[in-house]
């Protein structure tokens, strides 16, 4: 049942009692204290893989003193450096395409996966054969918590390409023996499409954003569907981006479908990402933590809060043989707390979901977008002038992005005679915007000296969705 | 090794030896007649699993007068009707979603999977967890004798979600313990990114559609790169439209890459589709006939012809117990021949590959496309007149279709004081015909009487691609 070696096998035919809440009932429910034993061996073990197999983590680890087999507790732990996103970019960049951080020979690599990039180089994702069924026993057990069963359709409506999340989610799918659907998503005309085949075929799981799900539902009504009425759906489950677990957001959803509304996500880095998970219950994520562990820190001095307070999820695998996180800063903002959930589960809890981010990444429609790039273009593009804003409101179900530039004063004089000047200008930063950062903004030229002066970045930024929390 | 069970059952761990040509050599390389005793017994379990569990197939033959323990031998097996496109699809519509013809009980449909639906109702796909494998397994030997071997990286840049073509490429992929790149296709903006990852990852192998690979040629030398140089593709496999199996097509492919281009192919609702499959050789596509078996038949008598002669390929599933086709009629052209390849396997071959259609159906970018669909969307559009023409041709790699329509005396008359009545139309019937046929087409407007007038649909088609051939 559970394995008990390292790296874990699963038994790929395992399945619990049909009638059973939990997949692994003893680790689920186990008390929480009995259940950091077991993290802590897996820890060890996961420790001593890297030390000796990643000239990346053994180069880190030596600048700070650390070696695994000092490591004699989670309270140690809190020792280990943080691993952050920009320095695995650059190791990724010294030693392609997978990093000093691959712990395999790279003929092992089964599967790659990657981020977008658009926010500079993409991270190559290189993910083993074994890691590839790891993962899929992950989601497929913390897919039984969400009470998903072998008899439901998964429609899958999110895009297979780079991104993990719909290739975790039907892989977990196909172990759990459920029936999929993998529609994707992103190419023009699909939606339409969608809605036909989900009336038709009744799947009654649903995978994808939750701005898509709502932008689906809009769109159901434009052409004559009540996704009520008729679609099937009893379990919409979500993960890139906040929606899903912010309440009213969830309200939505579950009333315009009539379905439970399941948040659920780490980061893609993390894989299996569906560590964190909201159960049936819907009250906020459960950290798997036997899976990954994940620790919530201080945004400032970086220790391990007590439950009850905020912080930064810092995730760290405990099964990975391919591309191990060990203590990944998320940059992330979360509450979380060890109160009982009705499901329970012994995990602790995020109540409000992963609500703001620690650093000035904004995350619009699932991309990252740093404003640093923002930035960058509009400093490139010969008729801009001195300042700008960067304002990210949500109309209805998507974000939308904003981007104000002052125009010089050589284009003010331009365009006073001829007013294709503006429209030249602005049609080249929306197009240059577009290609860096994957979304097309909507671009608004102001005069010379409009904005405010300001050299801290962050007043460049306004974040309207009020669900978002920053902290920096 | 090479299951003697029916329905079969694959041993996923199996692999030939390393240095194998074949995956199952004895079933590969024997003589053609001894085979067909193989085939010949797993035709006759095909067939009696379709007539105990379909009423589809029940019904069909009974009123042929058809029993299967009537069939005999192979030559017998040429008295069964043959089931057509349009049958199969009338069919889901009385029996939804999968169609009277779905062998295995609902709930045991894993995957779900479709064609575009572009020319009227979609075709639903249900695939059992069984058949999964079996297709995985069945793409796995035949990619084998592509030349395919673990050690390669397979990127598949083509679309993932109904499409079969992706799908049964990476499956066949995992199954071969390939490492796998599903990148995919038909994103805005995708295909500038896979340039990126195609030159840091490395792959060895291409899978997608050949004009999608030319296209990408042009884009890759628009960018700076030089395929033959920055990438490192030493096979490129394709499926969804013919080129591939084109002489100058197959040369271009090959001397802009530097590599083997590989045709394969036969339709999705045969899935596995890559039993029309050429070997490392190159010598058009062997049919690999105890998997799928092929006849090809004379269009218009519908009996078998002799090798070295043109027909339309009507193919049996030999291992599916999901939804079998049996004697499907795949409306294209073809010629086979028995004689020797230098691989020495011993199935027939298409040495000209798959290079026309024995109906008006017409395959644009890879999309189905029936004239009179366009017809149907043309006449529905108040301000088009009497005439029409659809004229396809291909610039460069890609397909490209022009609709010409003339209007009405009306149009005419508004259309002298104000221009932007043209323009409207135009509009509304370039919107509709792509909402319908899933392809934007070129449209020209013609003054009312210019075309020749004609009762005859065939004259209303001008294909100017000269590979292709029509024969109706």
Known sequence: ????????????????????????????????????????????AQMEWAYNRSPFYRRKWEAAEIRPQNIKTLQDFQSVPFVRKDEIRRD????????????????????????????????????????WHRIANAHARIMWGCGIRPSDIIFIGSFFSLYMGSWGALIGGERL?????????????????????????????FYGTPSYSLYLAELAKKEGYVPRRDFHFRIMFFSGEPGAGIPTTKRLIEETYGCACIDTGSTAEMTPWMTNAECEFRTGMHLWNDIVYTEVVDVKTGKVVPFGEEGVPVYTHLERTSQPMIRFWSGDLTMWTDEPCPC??????????????????????????????????LRGIEGVG????????????????????EYTQDIANRGEKNSGVFENLQKEITTSLKSRIGLRPTVELL???????????SRRVIDKRDFIKRVQ
């Not at 029936?179 to 799947?203: E, H, N, T, Y």
């Not at 703001?356 to 404003?371: F, K, S, T, W």
């Not at 001195?386 to 530039?405: H, N, P, S, W």
């Not at 000296?449 to 801290?456: D, G, I, K, M, Q």
């Open 447 to 457: 005069e010379p000296n409009t904005l405010e002066r300001t050299e801290f970045k």
């Open 344 to 377: 329970g589960r012994t995990y602790p809890r995020l109540p409000n979901g992963i609500y703001g981010r620690a650093d000035d990444m904004l995350v619009i429609r699932g991309e990252n977008v740093y404003p640093s790039a923002i930035e960058e273009v």
């Open 386 to 405: 001195g300042e700008f804003r960067i304002i990210v409101t949500r109309e209805k179900v998507m974000d939308e992005l904003v981007v104000q530039a």
């Open 92 to 131: 990724q960049e010294e030693t392609p395409p997978f990093g000093g951080y691959l712990c395999i020979p790279i003929g092992e690599v089964l599967r790659t996966h990657g981020t977008s990039g658009t926010t500079g180089r993409p991270t190559a994702f290189g993910i083993g054969f074994d890691d």
């Open 177 to 205: 023996r459920a029936k999929c659907f993998p529609f994707g998503a992103g190419v023009p005309g699909q939606s339409v499409m969608a809605l036909r085949w989900i009336k038709d075929m009744q799947p009654t799981v």
């Open 1 to 44: 049942m559970y394995p008990r070696e390292w790296p874990p096998v699963y038994d790929n035919d395992y399945f619990p009692p049909k009638d059973s809440r939990y997949w692994f009932e003893k680790m689920e429910t186990m008390d929480a204290r009995e259940r950091e034993k077991v993290i802590f061996k897996k820890l060890q």
